[in-house]
């Protein structure tokens, strides 16, 4: 068995509607090894939440499809497996934590019950005391009181009710957590809290994670591995340590950390990335970037870029291609 | 942590005591298990031959110590018919609402929850369904399945299907886009699953007022049916055959409509009282 738990090879996605096609990913590849974090960072509308959303297969059917590409997770396609297949890895094998703990939660069941749920189903033996005391377990380890399995959702608060999301993530011991934004609709401090928290249990149970998020801060504190995504294309990748301290950078990546305030340099004003991110039922054809770039050359605008390795660090851009003027 | 460990009682505990904590629905459970001891022990309360002995000599009689409610056209006493209709009333009126609110409830469901052309085509089915006065409905079913009390119930099920589809097809609308619904996708729970205890619960409230509203026009529906000769026959009492006999002599013996009407007013309110109040204790949303 080889160390690697999750490839993503070239999987596309577009949403159809009788009006437009939106092509929300466009080729993106990657992979992740066993109890590994990966950072996936990129402004809203980059198809972050897409992607996670085809790892579980749960796109709405209606109106997404994947054109190509394959998700292999330990060695096998998730996009090829039967229904029946594919709800026996969710929550058992790869759990995701959503991003607003305010809806994710059912406000009829306690959280007793929505917790134990997923046990419920997973595991094999159903003996309901089992379950009650593992459901006692994950939520003390997440740190809420045992005794108070039996509220309901709205007994708690915002941090709180995120750390049960968490739990109920954590009730089967996935092999991969996907988290989508688990800290956008917290207030810091409990933002810090949760972060801390999610960062020792993964430590603890070396279980892999896959960091949504648009905040980088959350990604240097947490992750292993960045991925940053721009209009459904991954355009820069590799350690937290190539993309935070690394010399060459993406001229997005670059424009995201110029738009976070730094408490060393004194600046009167952030320097946002100028313009919108491409309408996605227009991808242009060139790199993606190119029309907010400020190092964009002709061929940029023509042709899709090439991708640039050094080491761990990748870059899809011109700029660092052979010839290319620096 | 006195607090704690009263809550840590079982379900049912905790939701009778919720329950307890609102008089209109104890009221209302009250008169309801009298009305259902009325119905239980209608035999030793009053024989059932004085429901269905005709004396001419005492028709449309005042109520009096002898006839309690007074007496009808056929000289029959008004209290031992209502409370021999008691059973058959009540069996009519709560099994066509919990029948009906099961088969469409479900056919409401699964259309709100599976969408696109399943939803079309229930609907559409549905529509073919409301497209024909229930009145009518009911007549060709049980015209075509034959006059009595079950072909009647079959038949008002059929015509109230609509209702109660339409009705829990737009309670789930509001949950199905819910976030937990999809984070219990993720759990692995399957779509059978997800609607029974994640869908069912929340729209609970909404369900449970419909049913106990759909169990008083039951009743009057299946007077209507007997009326025209469809339902319970003659001499069986039922209320609302009872009420509907009593029409034509509203101006000499308006006892004959009063005390039916009144008999099918307290059942409905009592259940009415006891759904609302089951809805409170139920919905932990409104728990204090």
């Known amino acids: 068995m080889t160390n690697n738990l999750l490839r993503i090879k070239d999987l596309s996605v577009i949403y159809k509607t009788d009006l437009e096609t939106v092509y929300a990913i466009n080729g993106v590849s990657l992979s992740l090894n066993k109890g590994e974090t990966l950072g996936l960072v990129g402004e809203t509308g980059a198809g972050k939440t897409t992607l996670a959303l085809s790892l579980l297969r749960l796109l709405p059917e209606r109106t997404s499809k994947i054109t190509c590409g394959e998700i292999m997770f330990k060695d096998k396609n998730i996009l090829e497996m039967s229904a029946e297949e594919v709800r026996s890895i969710r929550g058992a094998q790869i759990a995701m934590i959503f991003q607003d703990p305010m809806t994710a939660l059912n406000p009829v069941l306690t959280i007793g019950q929505q917790i134990g749920e997923a046990i419920e189903l997973h595991s094999e033996d159903t003996n309901k005391e089992k379950i009650e005391k593992r459901v006692e377990e994950v939520l003390s380890l997440v740190g809420i009181e045992p005794v108070r399995k039996k509220d309901y959702p709205h007994q708690f608060s915002g941090g709180m009710k995120q750390r049960v999301v968490i739990a109920m993530a954590l009730a089967c011991e996935p092999d991969l957590i996907v988290a989508d934004e688990p800290t956008t609709a917290l207030d810091v401090t409990i933002q810090a809290q949760v972060l801390k928290m999610m960062r020792d249990l993964r430590d603890r149970l070396g279980t892999a994670m896959i960091m949504i998020t648009h905040d980088l801060g959350i990604v240097a504190q947490i992750c292993d591995n960045v991925a940053v995504m721009y209009a459904g294309n991954i355009v820069e990748s590799g350690t937290a340590e190539d993309i935070f301290e690394g010399d060459e950078h993406h001229p997005y990546t670059i424009g995201l950390f110029n738009s976070i305030p730094d408490l060393e340099n004194k600046t009167s004003r952030l320097k946002p990335i100028p313009g919108l991110m491409p309408d996605p039922t227009e991808i242009p054809i060139g790199c993606s970037f190119a029309p907010r770039c400020v190092h964009c050359m002709e061929i940029c605008k023509t042709g899709k870029p090439t991708q640039y390795v050094n080491g761990s660090h990748s870059i899809v851009c011109n700029l660092f291609a052979e010839g290319g003027a620096k | ?288």
């Not at chain 2, 056209?73 to 009540?90: D, K, Q």
């Not at chain 2, 909404?206 to 008083?216: F, K, Y």
């Open chain 2, 1 to 288: 942590m006195d607090n704690r460990k009263k809550r840590t009682g079982s379900k049912f505990k905790e939701t009778w005591r919720r329950y307890c904590k609102s008089p209109a629905a104890m009221i209302g459970l009250i008169i309801f298990i009298i009305m259902f001891l009325v119905a239980i022990f209608a035999n030793q309360i009053v024989p059932y031959s004085d429901a269905v002995t005709q004396n001419a000599k005492e028709r449309l009689m005042q109520p009096s110590l002898n006839n309690w409610f007074g007496t009808d056209a056929f000289g029959r006493s008004i209290f031992a018919r209502i409370v021999h209709a008691t059973p058959t009333s009540l069996f009519i009126g709560i099994s066509v609402a919990v029948i009906s609110l099961v088969i469409g409830g479900m056919i409401g469901i699964s259309s709100a929850y599976f969408g696109g052309r399943y939803d079309d085509l229930m609907m559409r089915f549905i529509d073919v369904l409301s497209s024909i006065p229930g009145t009518l409905l009911s007549m060709v079913v049980v015209a075509v399945l034959g006059a009595n009390m079950r072909n009647m119930i079959i038949a008002m099920v059929i015509a109230r299907i609509r209702v109660s589809a339409r009705v829990s097809r737009s309670a789930v609308f509001g949950t199905t886009s819910q976030e937990y619904i999809e984070a219990a996708k993720c759990g692995g729970s399957s779509d059978i699953r997800i609607m029974i205890k994640h869908i069912v619960p929340n729209i609970m409230g909404i369900l449970l007022v419909d049913t106990t509203m759909s169990v008083s026009t039951s009743i009057l529906q299946a007077a209507s049916l007997s009326f025209l000769g469809l339902g319970v026959q003659p001499p069986t009492p039922e209320w609302g055959s009872m009420l509907n006999d009593a029409r034509i002599y509203m101006r000499t013996a308006p006892h004959m409509m009063f005390f039916p009407g009144f008999a099918i007013l307290l059942a409905s309110l009592s259940i009415s009282l006891v759904g609302d109040g089951l809805r409170d204790a139920l919905d932990p949303r409104l728990k204090s």
